[in-house]
């Protein structure tokens, strides 16, 4: 045919005739086009009859899809506001459409009628939509509610009876989905024939499908949030609803039972099928999110002490779940749960979590992490209930020898506190870190295992222990010589035994096998005691921190034993070790030499060991007990200041008024209306005050057009945790009517632009909202920018144009501020690739004040206690530490002093993250703070 060699795409000016008189393919393919360049602003007179003419007669199912969009689009008024007499003729195919034999065609014609707003079209329409309802399809019947719907909400005129008729339908229907549409129509239509139809099947709710139950726990919420003395009518069928197949509405019940009631049987049933959810849902995410959920649940009953101990043992299921992040959050969650009443059992169940991962032979990371977390918490639990210290040491002693490093340092930060804190487990702990010490694997580890037994062996038998097992770890004596001997026997003994030969040996299943001198030799070398590993191989810093613990025991054995003998055996026995280590590092044994600081620090123990000051005794045997005392004493400190900066946010006066919801009427400024609460609290992205929301909310209002042009435009940035929706008020300045005014976005960063905003026509000095919903996916900084496209009615030309600001998206609306320890902050920061470096420049001449500047306008937290910010020195070093919403860590490191000269600030600040633009926009964030405060 003639219209398969036409010029693509369609293009105004040419013969549209010969576009639409084609096959259907043809037909397709222009009708697309058709529609692409009518929403690229593009006008085609005439299109409209050719389309009636020739595509609209069409069956072909993937026209009238296209059929759908284009009438969709496709303008239907003339100039001055009248329909065009064309839409009579689509009207009649509407109608041909809606008693078509096929249920899909009928269906999404209802479908496309929700979209139409001319009631001149849809008033000839009204009887065939009825007759809609009683088709024997379930397609039809659905969309036909919801085509009621639409109607009877934008031109109530036209069906005025939609309610009344709704609720006689709902009484005979049985299909799920169309009583569920219904349902909603009956809700936001007239709630009190909703409410009947609920109480007459109230007895049945139980047998509904889940999407109905959704529904219906949604209005008993509403409900009863507008009429509290309804709640003992639906209380049941809530509880009712806990037992649902469905897990969605579990979770919606169980939300709105805690909102309804806070009597302890609703709190302990809803925390009980949040605690199911989470142990019997695959996905991680929901689990998490339910998490969330129980963690709110449970602050709000903080002081019910009998739904704490219940809830701590049915959290403690969800361990089970393989997911890291999942038993993470769990455990924390749990320390908080953890009371006097339920220690001992808490403690026993996460003993067996233990050997659990004792048993598993493939140690993978998340194990090794996983018995991290469970190091810490039995940490936390033998710390704040010291009776069961003494049965959580002996487990956690047993990780000392595993391979898993960061559990082990994590053990010894323990024991290092307990046997601080717990005089009565000081023996036991000692000697149980004793035998654990040669099964040491980690560097690290050996380092806080040694200096720990030298501080804490203080009689003069765990002494001579302690010096017997240090022996039994070096190996014989001197280490060089014996070394070089061993080296000779072995290549005379491989020099006797002629090449290609071998010794027979026994195995274990009583065969004989060959065994070569040389794998002998090997295995000789591999089985030297650990101690005597770490120093052959240049780990030389373990024998500093050994020369440090053998002087604490020598000097501290010295005051504690009589015997002049022994004394001088013990001295001169750590004498030879440390001389040895000295000779064994000028050697060339090692695979790395020793350090000059090491041979210092090696030489001066041995100095200290023979004159034996007073002053240097002081400091070895008592200094370094009264610092470790000062610093955990420190960190119970902070501990403490941040518990009182949690409770003062809850603190309430004891003269404060109580607000009771039942007395307070709805005109009255004091009613609460608790459903939008928490609505605003689960889509409210970070904790702010109350206090900051009146002050902030202008703040987000951007203005995207000047006052002079002809449209005005501004936009309400409502930032949710993952997504960003714009409410944009649009004012047609002018006393034209603008049609097909579309509001044209686009997105640089990682923003995403979920849906596009549909066009509007506006009248003369007329104004309008539209809503664009933005998803983000990190926190690096995002541009939004676009434009408003329109026609002015009644005259001819190309389309409008006004040209919009640009939105930056701010980065600290996704930031929030958070803890970790000081060794997770040091991996961090030697992980992270990351790094910006920003020169402080500001008129702040006090350091700590500069440093409370930074922290608010970042959003971070200062890890760096504060006993060690106090004093005046000239300068300050703190890290700070934040994390996203979605998972991604800050850190940043603040390095200041005062100038002598003139008392200005000087220094940088050093930010790191795993993405690059984490770390520019914290940079960015806090190079423009640093103007404003110069600008102020």
């Given amino acids: 045919s003639s219209g398969i060699n036409a010029e693509w795409p369609l293009r105004p000016g040419i013969m549209l005739t010969v576009y639409f008189t084609g096959s259907t393919a043809v037909k397709i393919k222009a009708l697309k086009s058709a529609i692409i360049m009518m929403q690229a602003g593009e006008k085609f007179p005439g299109l409209l009859m050719h389309i ?386 040669p099964n040491i694997k980690s560097l690290s580890v050996m380092h806080a295992g040694l200096w720990i037994l030298a501080e804490y062996c203080t009689s003069e038998n765990q002494i001579r222990e302690m010096m017997d097992v240090v022996l039994e770890m070096i190996g014989q004596l001197p280490i060089v010589d014996s070394e070089i001997r061993e080296t000779a026997d072995g290549e005379e003994a491989a020099a006797t035994v002629p090449s290609g030969q071998g010794v027979s040996r026994v195995t274990a299943d009583g065969t004989y096998a060959t065994q070569s001198v040389f794998s002998s030799i090997a295995k000789h070398n591999q089985d030297k005691p650990q101690l005597r590993q770490f120093l052959l191989d240049g780990d030389f810093f373990v024998g500093a921190a050994l020369a440090t613990a053998l002087t604490k025991l020598a000097l501290r054995y010295h005051e504690v034993c009589g015997d002049a003998v022994g004394k001088n055996k013990l001295t001169a026995q750590a004498m030879l070790i440390l001389a040895s280590i000295i000779h064994l590092g000028k050697s060339t044994l090692p695979k790395k030499p020793i350090s000059d600081d090491d041979i210092d620090w090696l030489s001066l123990c041995i100095r200290v060991l023979n004159d034996r000051s007073p002053l240097l005794i002081s400091i070895f045997t ?27 946010l809850i603190k309430t006066d004891v003269d404060s008024l109580i607000n009771f919801n039942q007395l307070v009427s709805k005109n009255s400024d004091k009613a609460v209306d608790e459903l939008e609460m928490s609505l605003l609290a689960a889509t409210e992205g970070t904790n702010k005050k109350e206090a900051d929301l009146s002050t902030t909310s202008l703040s987000k209002v951007y203005q995207l057009t000047g006052f002079s042009d002809p449209i005005y435009a501004e936009a309400y940035i409502n930032v949710n945790q993952y997504d960003i929706v714009l409410d944009v008020l649009i004012v047609n300045q002018t006393p034209d009517t603008l049609q097909n005014l579309s509001l044209e ?66 980065i600290m609306d996704y930031i929030e501020p958070a803890t970790c320890s000081d060794t997770e902050f040091r991996k961090m920061w030697a992980e992270f690739e990351w790094e910006n470096k920003v020169s402080v420049q500001t008129n702040i001449t006090d350091m700590n004040a500069y440093l409370s500047h930074i922290l608010t306008c970042t959003n971070m937290k200062c890890l760096t206690p504060r006993e060690a910010l106090t004093g005046d020195c000239g300068f300050l070093a703190a890290n700070l530490y934040a994390k996203s919403v979605f998972g991604e860590d800050a850190l940043a490191n603040l390095s200041i002093e005062q100038l002598s000269e003139n008392g200005m600030l000087s220094g940088h600040i050093r930010i790191r993250a795993k993405s690059q633009g984490m770390a520019l926009s914290l940079g960015d964030k806090i190079t423009l703070s640093q103007k404003k405060e110069k600008a102020v």
């Fill in 745 to 810: 976005l686009t997105t640089l960063g990682d923003l995403k632009l979920v849906d596009k905003p549909s066009a509007v026509t506006l009248a003369g000095n007329d104004f309008c909202n539209t809503k664009a919903q933005v998803k983000v996916a990190s926190t690096e900084t995002g541009i939004i920018f676009g434009n408003i496209t329109y026609d002015i009615s009644g005259v001819s030309g190309d389309r409008s144009c006004v040209v919009l600001n640009d939105i930056h998206i701010d």
């Fill in 52 to 437: 009636i003419r020739y595509v609209l007669p069409e069956q072909d199912h993937m026209i009238k899809k296209l059929l759908y969009i284009f009438w969709e689009i496709v303008p239907k008024r003339t100039s001055d506001g009248k329909l065009l007499t064309e839409m009579i003729l689509v009207c009649d195919a509407y109608r041909k459409d809606l008693i078509h034999p096929n249920e899909y065609i009928r269906g999404s014609t209802l479908r496309f009628l929700c979209k139409v707003r001319e009631p001149e079209l849809l008033e000839p329409l009204m009887p065939s939509i009825r007759a809609c309802l009683d088709n024997k399809y379930s397609y039809v019947r659905r969309n036909a509610v919801l085509a009621l719907y639409t109607i009877y909400r934008n031109f109530e005129q036209l069906v005025p009876d939609a309610p009344e008729l709704i609720q006689s339908y709902l009484e005979g229907e049985q299909d799920p989905s169309c009583r569920r549409n219904a349902f909603i129509m009956l809700i936001h239509t007239d709630q009190q024939k909703a409410l009947q139809y609920l109480q007459s099947c109230i007895d049945d709710i139980g047998s509904f499908g889940d999407i109905l139950q959704l529904v219906i726990v949604e209005l008993i919420y509403k409900v009863c949030q507008a009429k509290p003395t309804e709640r003992a009518k639906f209380i049941r069928t809530v509880y009712n609803l806990l037992s649902s197949n469905s897990a969605s509405v579990r979770y919606e019940a169980a939300g709105t039972l805690v909102t309804l009631s806070s009597t302890p049987t609703a709190v302990k049933a809803a925390a009980k099928c949040y605690v199911e959810l989470i142990v019997h849902e695959s996905d991680n995410n929901v689990k998490l999110v339910v998490l969330d959920k129980l963690v709110k649940l449970q602050d709000d009953h903080k002081h019910d002490l009998a739904l704490q101990n219940e809830l701590a043992m049915d959290v403690l299921r969800i361990l089970g779940s393989t997911d890291i992040e999942v038993r993470r959050k769990t455990l924390d969650f749990l320390m908080n749960l953890v009371s006097l009443r339920n220690v001992k059992d808490v403690v026993g169940i996460l003993k067996k979590e233990v050997l659990k991962t004792y048993t598993n032979n493939d140690k993978d990371q998340n194990t090794k992490l996983y018995q991290q977390l469970l190091v810490q918490a039995l940490h936390k639990c033998g710390v704040k209930f010291p009776n069961t210290a003494e049965v959580v040491v002996p487990v956690l002693m047993d990780f000392l020898g595993e391979g898993n490093e960061k559990a082990a340092e994590s053990v010894l930060e323990f024991v290092r506190e307990a046997v601080t804190r717990f005089e009565n487990l000081q023996t036991s702990i000692i000697e149980k870190l004793l035998s654990s010490l």
């Fill in 622 to 648: 008592r200094g370094c007990r009264a610092s470790l005392q000062d610093m955990i004493g420190t960190i119970d400190m902070s501990k403490l200041d941040l518990s009182e900066s949690e409770k003062s």
